[in-house]
């Protein structure tokens, strides 16, 4: 059964930075594209970052230039690293698979997620 899972939130003060993992097999990595999302309380989960079979990447507006998503196959590792937070960014953050990199986009493995608190 695939498996992903998170680790790296914690709480930090705005402008701080944080670098949040997620620990995937191999071959996810490679054959598939990958996300992050976050979901604060009563809002909608929301795609921030998307990294393609080939590395490419694409992010959401709100954090385009702060964020940067990459995946290291070695390490069997998706990454997400946060710089400039802002309270905004405070949120739950899910790793999530979207197997074969469908259109539209389709995830359909999740992590449980990890939690970013970012305090003003």
């Known amino acids: 059964q695939v498996q992903l899972v998170e680790s790296g939130g914690g709480s930090v003060q705005a402008g701080g930075s944080l670098k949040l993992s997620c620990a995937a097999s191999?071959?996810?990595?490679?054959?598939?594209?990958m996300g992050w999302f976050r979901q604060a309380p009563g809002q909608e989960r929301v795609r921030v970052a998307r990294?393609?079979?080939?590395?490419?990447?694409n992010y959401a507006d709100s954090v385009k230039g702060r964020f940067t998503i990459s995946k290291d196959i070695a390490k069997s590792t998706l990454y997400l690293q946060m710089t400039s937070l802002k309270p905004e960014d405070t949120a739950m953050y899910y790793c999530?698979?979207?197997?074969?990199?469908?259109?539209?986009?389709?995830?359909?493995?999740w992590g449980r997620g990890t939690q970013v608190t970012v305090t003003s």
């Open positions: 999530a698979a979207d197997l074969g990199c469908s259109t539209p986009e389709r995830y359909t493995i």
């Open positions: 191999p071959s996810i990595l490679i054959r598939n594209c």
């Open positions: 990294i393609e079979r080939d590395g490419s990447t």
